[in-house]
């Protein structure tokens, strides 16, 4: 961390301290040939209130970042909030010094309307800074947010440090339909315990078995499951794959009648293409396919192990994703806080017992608008009920005995043949086998949402509750 002297926006000079690449970077574990640093940060103000922000950008390009701080009571310096500067504009929440080498630099320049996002304060002579922050291509901020609407083009992601720099905030609507909001996931070099124990409600013991996990890499995860909307901008020959489908609220509803083949192996097809399990790319024509070609950005599902991490949030055995504790398998007190199930609203009590609610129906039963319950601990909305969402893996019985060809646990790995990723290992017939599918539904019980419950599907299903969101690698390739 340095600091110099740049121009405050009352064109006084004051001291405005700027954050080194390295400060960024340090928590990642393969740092690139060369660190970005910034320098030469100003910061001046026009007549109609218009602040521009320049700096300099050294020895490799980065995502750039920016904050405005002022001073606090005690002499010290405190940010003014995200959503205060979310509008600021030019070199800044992107990719910044393309080809830039090291020994070289490139200028930017960031312009700020404060009347437009802080109109009703005012700064003291004196009493402002920029800091602008440049982070390393392998280690990216913690929000991503991703263009999909029909004007979408590839490479113009959006990067945010916090959720309330988010534009508009994480709940806006835009990441509901025609964005995907992004939460980066710190899962390298975490040992954790997977499954669940005897301690925990309504254990399923064959399926639950507890063993360690460590995952080799960080990743961005989606906030919200894949709604009607968002399906509809990137597949729209098979518009809408939901029950439920009331004009009124569907664009915001998840899509829960998508099959595993049609996401990723084949083109608006419940039939399995092997020549695109993973490893292998999805195939061009998926769902997943064409969310690259039009955002440049390689997304999949998670794995079992990836969403089950992201899921707990930090939270261990018989704790919900926010950190609260699992009270009952049938109907939750706390769940209803977190999500979309049988008891809270995802059936219709029919005197003593729960009935189907009509396709019709409303978002306030079947299921609901993503982000309408308390998101976990990360910021992940839905990852408790609503719908099933799709894994990469096949399915087997038992987590705690996975084992590959060399007799290896799989621990965090994707469970496939690594001799041939089209045979199966759920340990199903010949006719068929099963994919992971994870955190429960709109018709089933709480102890179904459970962040350590495992459940599966014949790939081809397309069924009513299968949905998804979607991954992508942190950083930038």
Same mark, same amino acid.
Not at 88 to 112: F, M, P, Q, R, Y
Not at 347 to 353: A, I, R
């Given at each position: 961390?340095?600091?110099?002297?740049?121009?405050?926006?009352?064109?006084?000079?004051?001291?405005?301290?700027?954050?080194?690449?390295?400060?960024?970077?340090?928590?990642?574990?393969?740092?690139?040939?060369?660190?970005?640093?910034?320098?030469?940060?100003?910061?001046?103000?026009?007549?109609?209130?218009?602040?521009?922000?320049?700096?300099?950008?050294?020895?490799?390009?980065?995502?750039?970042?920016? @904050?405005?701080?002022?001073?606090?009571?005690?002499?010290?310096?405190?940010?003014?909030?995200?959503?205060?500067?979310?509008?600021?504009?030019?070199?800044?929440?992107?990719?910044?010094?393309?080809?830039?080498?090291?020994?070289?630099?490139?200028?930017?320049?960031?312009?700020?309307?404060?009347?437009?996002?802080?109109?009703?304060?005012?700064?003291?002579?004196?009493?402002?800074?920029?800091?602008?922050?440049?982070?390393?291509? =392998?280690?990216?901020?913690?929000?991503?947010?991703? @263009?999909?609407?029909?004007?979408?083009?590839?490479?113009?992601?959006?990067?945010?440090?916090?959720? =309330?720099?988010?534009?508009?905030?994480?709940?806006?609507?835009?990441?509901?339909?025609?964005?995907?909001?992004?939460?980066?996931?710190?899962?390298? =070099?975490?040992?954790?315990?997977?499954?669940?124990?005897?301690?925990?409600?309504?254990?399923?013991?064959?399926?639950?078995?507890?063993?360690?996990?460590?995952?080799?890499?960080?990743?961005?995860?989606?906030?919200?499951?894949?709604?009607?909307?968002?399906?509809?901008?990137?597949?729209?020959?098979?518009?809408?794959?939901?029950?439920?489908?009331?004009?009124?609220?569907?664009?915001?509803?998840?899509?829960?009648?998508?099959?595993? !083949?049609?996401?990723? !192996?084949?083109?608006?097809?419940?039939?399995?293409?092997?020549?695109?399990?993973?490893?292998?790319?999805?195939?061009?024509?998926?769902?997943?396919?064409?969310?690259?070609?039009?955002?440049?950005?390689?997304? =999949?599902?998670?794995?079992?192990?990836?969403?089950?991490?992201?899921?707990?949030?930090?939270?261990?055995?018989?704790?919900?994703? @926010?950190?609260?504790?699992?009270?009952?398998?049938?109907?939750?007190?706390?769940?209803?806080?977190?999500?979309?199930?049988?008891?809270?609203?995802?059936?219709?009590?029919?005197?003593?017992?729960?009935?189907?609610?009509?396709?019709?129906?409303?978002?306030?039963?079947?299921?609901?608008?993503?982000?309408?319950?308390?998101?976990?601990?990360?910021?992940?909305?839905?990852?408790?009920?609503?719908?099933?969402?799709?894994?990469?893996?096949?399915?087997?019985?038992?987590?705690?005995?996975?084992?590959?060809?060399?007799?290896?646990?799989?621990?965090?790995?994707?469970?496939?043949?690594?001799?041939?990723?089209?045979?199966?290992?759920?340990?199903?017939?010949?006719?068929?086998?099963?994919?992971?599918?994870?955190?429960?539904?709109?018709?089933?019980?709480?102890?179904?949402?459970?962040?350590?419950?495992?459940?599966? !599907?014949?790939?081809?299903?397309?069924?009513?509750?299968?949905?998804?969101?979607?991954?992508?690698?942190?950083?930038?390739?």
């Amino acid at each position: 961390m340095k600091t110099q002297k740049n121009t405050s926006p009352s064109g006084k000079r004051h001291s405005c301290r700027f954050i080194l690449a390295a400060l960024a970077a340090t928590a990642s574990a393969a740092l690139p040939a060369a660190v970005p640093e910034i320098s030469g940060v100003t910061m001046t103000q026009a007549s109609d209130r218009l602040v521009t922000i320049t700096y300099t950008l050294a020895d490799a390009p980065a995502v750039v970042t920016v @904050d405005v701080q002022t001073n606090n009571a005690s002499g010290g310096w405190a940010s003014i909030g995200g959503e205060a500067v979310w509008n600021a504009t030019g070199d800044v929440w992107k990719k910044v010094g393309d080809g830039l080498t090291e020994g070289n630099s490139t200028s930017g320049t960031i312009t700020w309307r404060p009347d437009h996002s802080w109109p009703d304060h005012k700064i003291a002579d004196g009493g402002a800074r920029a800091v602008v922050t440049a982070w390393a291509l =392998d280690y990216t901020p913690d929000y991503m947010a991703v @263009d999909v609407s029909a004007a979408a083009q590839p490479g113009t992601q959006t990067y945010y440090p916090a959720a =309330d720099f988010v534009p508009g905030g994480v709940t806006n609507g835009l990441y509901k339909t025609t964005m995907l909001l992004m939460r980066k996931i710190m899962a390298k =070099d975490v040992k954790w315990t997977m499954g669940s124990t005897t301690l925990e409600t309504k254990r399923t013991a064959a399926r639950e078995g507890t063993h360690q996990v460590t995952l080799t890499n960080n990743y961005y995860i989606g906030v919200y499951e894949v709604t009607q909307a968002q399906w509809d901008l990137i597949q729209p020959s098979r518009l809408a794959p939901s029950y439920y489908n009331n004009a009124a609220d569907r664009a915001m509803r998840p899509v829960e009648q998508v099959s595993y !083949n049609e996401i990723r !192996n084949s083109n608006n097809s419940t039939t399995a293409d092997a020549a695109y399990n993973w490893p292998a790319d999805p195939n061009p024509n998926s769902f997943l396919g064409k969310l690259k070609t039009k955002t440049g950005i390689y997304f =999949d599902l998670p794995s079992e192990a990836q969403w089950e991490f992201a899921a707990r949030a930090g939270n261990g055995d018989t704790k919900w994703g @926010d950190g609260s504790g699992i009270l009952n398998g049938d109907s939750d007190a706390n769940l209803n806080l977190l999500g979309r199930y049988e008891r809270d609203g995802g059936k219709v009590l029919n005197g003593t017992s729960y009935a189907n609610p009509t396709q019709s129906c409303g978002a306030t039963n079947g299921t609901a608008i993503v982000g309408s319950y308390l998101p976990n601990a990360w910021g992940l909305y839905d990852m408790h009920g609503n719908v099933w969402e799709w894994c990469l893996d096949w399915y087997q019985e038992k987590l705690d005995q996975m084992k590959d060809a060399n007799g290896e646990d799989y621990g965090g790995r994707v469970n496939i043949d690594p001799s041939n990723s089209a045979n199966y290992l759920s340990g199903a017939s010949a006719s068929g086998a099963y994919r992971v599918t994870r955190g429960g539904g709109w018709y089933g019980a709480a102890g179904n949402c459970r962040p350590a419950y495992r459940n599966s !599907n014949p790939p081809a299903n397309r069924g009513n509750g299968n949905g998804f969101r979607v991954l992508c690698s942190a950083g930038l390739r």
